[in-house]
């Protein structure tokens, strides 16, 4: 890691722009392919728009993005400006910390005069304002904290500053309650990793089998995913789907028949590519069409296969799409445990991040963080890159530079402007409860349908979501948050800018918590009043231990930490489903058939009714490192709602072109051919696109070199 601002060297292999994930895979690669890499970041954390924030320095992310204004006009082409096309990724965004309804009664601060009174001051003058009536207001019945002034302090300037829209505007009164709770979060800021981008990785997915064969994994820790939920729109409720074979056998939700249905789908999606008969008719045709078509599948079993398994964050999967998605997920379950996801801890994004970026430095990889860069320099004539200008003056060369978009100049950001014809967005919304949406089940993923919510409850014309909504659940054991915290991912694809996040996520988030002064969500006990006093010290250890709530009993030793070197010896997921169907046809007393599908077993397979000669493997609930939950937890009745203590909403720009040039574009000079640009990050839940994104860069730069091969172990003296 530079520790100046200046280089000693000052030509590269390659440059790369921003710790975004597909830049941290390349150089990683690069570097151990022997090239010379240089890695900058004008932010001062890893990740780029996959980073993972403290409460502090997710509130100064936010508040820098939200007051920061559109690019200038008057910028020279070859000029880079870099927070201007950050804060233009980003719209809509707004935060609040919710007052806390405990029944009893809550001093409110009205801000509108000294807001008024002030309006013509300056900045800071105003923000002094309304910090001293605050403070004057608050210490007549409190004992203010070190945290408690920065809370004044941060809700006054975020009250007086009006380029913070809708964050600005409900602060215009604040109450004791929101001052303490703010205090709290601000206590416990290092005990929280807001991720940007929540996503997951597949067991056995590209990223998780690039990490075991790169040795790279070996850095970071895991948990696996407990569960999904559906939402059910007829039934208006989240319920727990089954997503596994030991789910199938315990699920009450699902008939026997709808769970031969489920099983005979299930044996044969892990060999789709051998029976192909079966779906080539329909390989381009929607996946939802084939299932029903082919299978019959009911509403029920239909939810199961289309959401909770094959879901990969593309409403409109084609079979072919489908069938890939579901196999990915079969082959997961069992490498680990009886989940198909892994979560890392410690934060998603910036700790992946974090991790290719060391195997870079190992290798030669230069990295300087929080680096300004001034200008591009290009050969026009020859359409080369020629070099970037940083902020002191130093000229940095490399034959080839890889950059996320906020790193282009003007006039490059105007061709990819002109070619993306086809906006895309993503809303996104973060949530600290506390306690737990899903009752004891603490990881959690949940999956409201297109189609499945009212946007506009009482208004005439009815909009529903076109998109599915995604929600994530982390808990303590992530080390994500508090062990009486947890916090929710909720987001969803958009279409455009006219809805903002908070239009676009609210019905699903009011199905699952409790929103302070929304009528419409649900209701939950009122939460403990936080205080700003220091307690009392306790008499024994046992009153040392925190508070718990719901779901706070799934501690770390029942929800152990897991590396990537503990992988079960469980290779032969087809045979479990098969085992699995044959021992419900023995236990049924219903002898309706089910409807048959037109395929036939491939080759070799056992029959699912006759007498099976396949060696027994053993059962995942009894092999798994990290052991599912009872059958109880599969139900979600008598759950007790939590109360959404913190909310932040945003809508992140995920638009990319799609096509070569559009209409009256022709006039607009082409990206240097040395220049890569990276794919913003998508919407889906795992980092697959941006994988996959990686090795291709690398392969063009790089062609005949292996990519991101094994590191050698300290021992060998040949790497470390």
Not at 700 to 710: D, H, R, S, T
Request: hydrophobic letters at 35%; glycine letters at 4%; proline letters at 5%.
């Amino acid at each position: 890691m530079a520790d100046t601002d200046s280089l000693d060297a000052t030509v590269f292999d390659a440059i790369l722009l921003g710790t975004g994930f597909t830049q941290t895979i390349v150089a990683a690669a690069l570097a151990r392919a022997g090239k010379t890499v240089l890695h900058l970041d004008e932010n001062d954390y890893y990740g780029g728009a996959s980073g993972a924030f403290g409460v502090r320095d997710l509130l100064k992310w936010a508040t820098k993005i939200a007051s920061t204004s559109s690019p200038s006009r008057d910028a020279s082409a070859d000029k880079i400006e870099f927070q201007r096309l950050v804060a233009r990724s980003y719209n809509n965004l707004e935060f609040h910390f919710h007052r806390i309804e405990t029944g009893t009664a809550d001093t409110v601060i009205d801000l509108t005069t000294v807001l008024q009174t002030h309006k013509d001051a300056s900045v800071e003058d105003r923000i002094k304002a309304v910090e001293d009536h605050i403070t004057a207001a608050y210490a007549t019945t409190n004992s203010p904290s070190k945290e408690s002034k920065e809370a004044i302090s941060s809700l006054a300037s975020w009250a007086s500053t009006p380029e913070l829209g809708a964050t600005a505007t409900q602060l215009e009164s604040v109450s004791f309650s929101q001052i303490q709770l703010l205090e709290e979060f601000l206590k416990n800021t290092r005990k929280y990793n807001f991720d940007l981008s929540p996503k997951l990785l597949y067991s056995r997915g590209p990223l998780t089998n690039l990490l075991i064969s790169s040795g790279i994994g070996k850095y970071l820790e895991f948990k696996l995913l407990e569960r999904t939920a559906v939402y059910e729109a007829l039934t208006d409720k989240v319920e727990m789907m089954p997503t596994s074979k030991e789910d199938v056998f315990v699920s009450k939700a699902l008939s026997l028949k709808e769970k031969r249905l489920l099983m005979k789908f299930l044996q044969f999606a892990v060999d789709y590519e051998n029976q192909t008969e079966v779906w080539e008719d329909y390989k381009h045709a929607p996946f939802t069409q084939f299932v029903q078509s082919a299978y019959g599948l009911t509403d029920k079993v239909l939810t199961a296969v289309v959401y909770a398994i094959g879901f990969d964050g593309n409403d409109y999967a084609t079979t072919t799409e489908g069938l890939k998605s579901v196999k990915v997920y079969l082959q997961s379950l069992g490498r680990y445990g009886n989940s198909a996801y892994l979560c890392p801890l410690y934060g998603v994004g910036s700790e992946l991040a974090q991790a290719f970026c060391r195997v870079s430095a190992v290798y030669g990889g230069i990295y300087m963080l929080q680096h300004g860069l001034d200008k591009h320099n290009v050969d026009k004539e020859a359409n080369k890159w020629q070099s970037v200008v940083d902020h002191t003056g130093q000229t940095l060369k490399a034959n080839q530079i890889i950059c996320s978009r906020e790193y282009l100049s003007k006039e490059m950001d105007e061709y990819i402007e002109a070619r993306t014809l086809n906006r895309n967005y993503v809303s996104h919304c973060i949530i600290v409860t506390d306690r737990s949406a899903f009752g004891e089940t603490a990881l959690c993923k949940t999956l409201f349908p297109m189609g499945s919510l009212v946007l506009n409850p009482g208004e005439t014309s009815i909009r529903k979501n076109k998109h599915t909504v995604s929600v994530l659940q982390m808990c303590g054991g992530t080390m994500s948050c508090p062990n009486d915290r947890y916090i929710l991912y909720v987001w969803a694809e958009s279409a455009n800018l006219k809805t903002d996040a908070k239009e676009d996520l609210t019905a699903a988030i009011r199905k699952l918590v409790h929103i302070p002064g929304d009528p419409l969500s649900l209701k939950a006990p009122a939460p403990k009043q936080v205080t700003a006093t220091t307690p009392a010290a306790p008499e024994s250890a046992e009153e040392s231990k925190p508070a718990q709530h719901l779901g706070d009993a799934l501690a770390a030793e029942d929800q152990p930490r897991m590396s990537l070197d503990q992988e079960l010896d469980m290779e032969q997921v087809r045979q479990e489903i098969l085992q699995a169907e044959k021992k419900l046809f023995e236990e049924s007393e219903n002898n309706t058939p089910v409807p048959s599908r037109p395929s036939t077993p491939a080759p070799g397979a056992p029959s699912s009714t006759g007498s099976s000669t396949a060696a027994p493997t053993k059962p995942l609930s009894r092999t798994a490192f990290q052991k599912s939950k009872s059958a109880a937890s599969l139900s979600m009745d008598n759950i007790i709602a939590p109360n959404a203590l913190f909310t932040m909403f945003y809508k992140r720009t995920a638009s990319w072109p799609r096509v070569p040039y559009p209409i009256g574009s022709e006039d607009l000079k082409p990206l240097p051919d040395n220049l890569t640009v990276v794919r913003p990050i998508n919407h889906s839940l795992d980092f697959e696109a941006a994988t996959e994104e990686a090795r291709a860069i690398f392969e063009k730069l790089c062609p005949g070199e292996e990519f991101l091969p094994p590191t050698p172990e300290p021992e060998d003296n040949s790497g470390f």
